[in-house]
T-cell receptor
Framework: GDSVTQMEGPVTLSEEAFLTINCTYT??????LFWYVQYPGEGLQLLLKATKADDKGSNKGFEATYRKETTSFHLEKGSVQVSDSAVYFCALSVDTGGFKTIFGAGTRLFVKA | GAGVSQSPRYKVAKRGQDVALRCDPISGHVSLFWYQQALGQGPEFLTY????????KSGLPSDRFFAERPEGSVSTLKIQRTQQEDSAVYLC????????????FGNGTRLTVT
């Protein structure tokens, strides 16, 4: 079945460090890929998405590129801030007549000042 | 423009009680989803509606779980004879009807079964 695997956390970084959170997927069909973020005390919200191979999604300095050949969608940011501390979820959605979004287990990021 | 609204925010139930959780999606969103999120885990799919039709209920963990969306807008997730393992955050999300469309989540209902 369809699934998403992302690196386990927590990830602890100092401010201005480079961030990578790995995500790989397994899907029947051609999925759309997403990163969602959950800030402390808030609901899940979309961070970025990509809908076809080689597309790059970007938002708030975060980027992720849809790599079909490696079935990956790694999240990167060149310089993290304390305000980026949150839980990040990689997800996929496939249209099979209906559709559902499958989530990874989440990666908690702590950024220290 | 209101977002997805869920009520109650918190629910404590004694084991064996029935509970009903409400979701009010974004106006005009055709698709509605229920997810269960255990502590420290990602959301797990429960069920999906397109308008009033329940197209996928493969994630419902047992026949004690039942969801409805009779008029294609508000949805209710009902759990009968609650058990301790039902304790979790229940998330509702709505979206336009496409796998490219992102989900818009409510803040969830935290259910604690004692």
């Amino acid at each position: 079945g369809d699934s998403v695997t992302q690196m386990e956390g927590p990830v602890t970084l100092s401010e201005e460090a480079f961030l990578t959170i790995n995500c790989t997927y397994t899907a029947t069909g051609y999925p759309s890929l997403f990163w969602y973020v959950q800030y402390p005390g808030e609901g899940l919200q979309l961070l970025l998405k990509a809908t076809k191979a080689d597309d790059k999604g970007s938002n708030k300095g975060f980027e992720a590129t849809y790599r079909k050949e490696t079935t990956s969608f790694h999240l990167e940011k060149g310089s993290v801030q304390v305000s980026d501390s949150a839980v990040y979820f990689c997800a996929l959605s496939v249209d099979t007549g209906g559709f559902k979004t499958i989530f990874g287990a989440g990666t908690r990021l702590f950024v220290k000042a | 423009g209101a977002g997805v609204s869920q009520s109650p925010r918190y629910k404590v139930a004694k084991r064996g009680q029935d509970v009903a959780l409400r979701c009010d999606p974004i106006s005009g969103h055709v698709s509605l989803f229920w997810y269960q999120q255990a502590l420290g885990q990602g959301p797990e799919f429960l069920t999906y509606f397109q308008n009033e039709a329940q197209l996928d209920k493969s994630g419902l963990p047992s026949d004690r779980f039942f969801a409805e969306r009779p008029e294609g807008s508000v949805s209710t997730l009902k759990i009968q004879r609650t058990q301790q393992e039902d304790s979790a955050v229940y998330l509702c999300a709505s979206s336009l009807s496409s796998s490219n469309s992102p989900l818009h989540f409510g803040n969830g209902t935290r259910l604690t079964v004692t």
